[in-house]
């Protein structure tokens, strides 16, 4: 393929998504380097919902093949909050008390008064491919782990630093880019995502 946008500003996942997809995209795009890109309004009450209103949206804009995701961190003792909100979890906008630092801050104080054997939890992602004819393919991935008491690592983004990994003595933050690349939600979902770019060759 040779263009693909992304629907996402985060150059951290652009970072990700670049080494995921290595071999198969000859550039991957994101909406940063469009004018006027869309902002989607995330309304959906699901993962699958809200990435493929991103990716239709962006398919839309840019009259190219467009990849979205909607992925977040469900913790079951929190009646799988934050989910679709965890981008926003502190709240709305780019202001003062949002952003990952006010997520992971609410998120500490919510598992403060919850048992550590208690804070099971999952990074969930779902990926959406949509292209200008419209064809549209959902893929999706899952890693389980358990929230930390504090923050543990200095690489990743978003809850990274709180989320133990089932079988690791590790946070998400404290893995490299290529054993995160090799387990984490959003790499068992590209993988399913390559191995369909694979079928189009």
């Known amino acids: 393929m040779k263009r693909l946008v992304v629907a996402t500003r985060n150059n951290g996942k652009i970072i990700e998504i670049n080494a995921l997809l290595s071999g198969l995209v000859d550039q991957v795009c994101s909406a940063a380097d469009f004018v006027d890109f869309p902002d989607t309004i995330e309304d959906g009450i699901t993962f699958e919902e809200n990435a493929l209103k991103k990716a239709r949206e962006a398919s839309r804009f840019t009259a190219l093949p467009a990849l979205a995701d909607d992925s977040g961190l469900v913790v079951d003792a929190l009646d799988g909050r934050p989910g679709v909100f965890s981008a926003r979890f502190a709240g709305e906008g780019t202001g003062e008390g949002t952003g990952d630092a006010a997520n992971n801050a609410r998120l500490l104080e919510e598992c403060s008064k919850i048992p550590a054997e208690q804070l099971q939890a999952a990074f969930v992602c779902v990926l959406a491919f949509v292209t200008p004819e419209g064809d549209e393919q959902l893929f999706s991935g899952r890693i389980a782990g358990r929230i930390l008491s504090e923050a ?16 690791l003595d590790r946070s998400m933050a404290e893995l490299t880019l290529a054993e ?6 959003r790499a068992q979902a590209f993988r399913k995502f390559r191995e369909y770019l694979e079928t189009l060759k």
């Not at 543990?152 to 079988?167: A, K, Q, T």
């Open 152 to 167: 543990r690592g200095d690489g990743g983004f978003g809850y990274d630093p709180l989320f133990l990994v089932d079988g």
């Open 180 to 185: 995160k690349n090799s387990l984490s939600h």
